[in-house]
Structure formats: structure tokens, C-alpha cells
């Protein structure tokens, strides 16, 4: 069983940057897929970006061009990281790292508060 524990929320000003990272241990051998989704207060769980084991990356329009996502893989761990600049107050939220392994098995983190002042 997939284990991700994302780290790296906090409170930002617009225009600044942070960077959120989820480390995955525990069966991380069948990951196939990691990505970043977030909710907002009343609203729906949204993706944000994701990244296959092969290095392909998928971005949310609202995000292109100012959100990064990158993997590193060890020898027990798989870590994902999402590198966000420009932050606007829309993108506050809580942000989940989810992944998904080759029978279709996924896993969410608890999630980490991400709070961009205006």
C-alpha cells in the first residue's frame, strides 16, 4: 500500500512562490501516475497537474505556465513536487498528491493548506 505525505503548505503573498512536495513510500514500484489536485472551499476537488513514470506532465489551464511539476525516484521512495509562482489568491486551496498504480489502486495524502493573500 501507497503511502503519500505532502509537506510545504503555508501562507503566501500574490505574486510569491512555494513549493509542495509528496513523498510516497510503500509499494511505490507500481506508481504509475502522480499528480497534485486541490479544493477550495465549496467547490470541487480540481487537478492541478500530474506526471506518469515516463516523465509526461499535465497541467490545468489555470496553472500552465506557472506551475511545475517534477518526480524523483529513489530507492524506497518516490518523491513529486510541485514548484508554483506567480500565485494568485484563486489558487488557495488544499492541495492533495494522489497516486495511481498499475491496477487502477489510488491513494491520497492528507492534504496540505495552501493560503495566498491578496
Known amino acids: 500500500q501507497v503511502h503519500p505525505v505532502e509537506s510545504g503548505g503555508g501562507l503566501v503573498q500574490a505574486g510569491g512562490s512555494m513549493r509542495l512536495s509528496c513523498a510516497a513510500s510503500g509499494g511505490i514500484f507500481s506508481i504509475i501516475v502522480t499528480g497534485w489536485y486541490r479544493q477550495a472551499p465549496g467547490k470541487q476537488r480540481e487537478l492541478v497537474a500530474t506526471i506518469t513514470n515516463t516523465g509526461s506532465k499535465n497541467y490545468a489551464d489555470s496553472v500552465k505556465g506557472r506551475f511545475t511539476i517534477s518526480r524523483d525516484n529513489t530507492k524506497n521512495a518516490v518523491s513529486v513536487s510541485l514548484q508554483m509562482n506567480s500565485l494568485e489568491p484563486e489558487d488557495t486551496a488544499v492541495y492533495y498528491c494522489?497516486?495511481?498504480?498499475?491496477?487502477?489502486?489510488?491513494?491520497w495524502g492528507q492534504g496540505t493548506q495552501v493560503t495566498v493573500s491578496s
Open positions: 494522489k497516486t495511481v498504480g498499475l491496477r487502477g489502486d489510488a491513494y
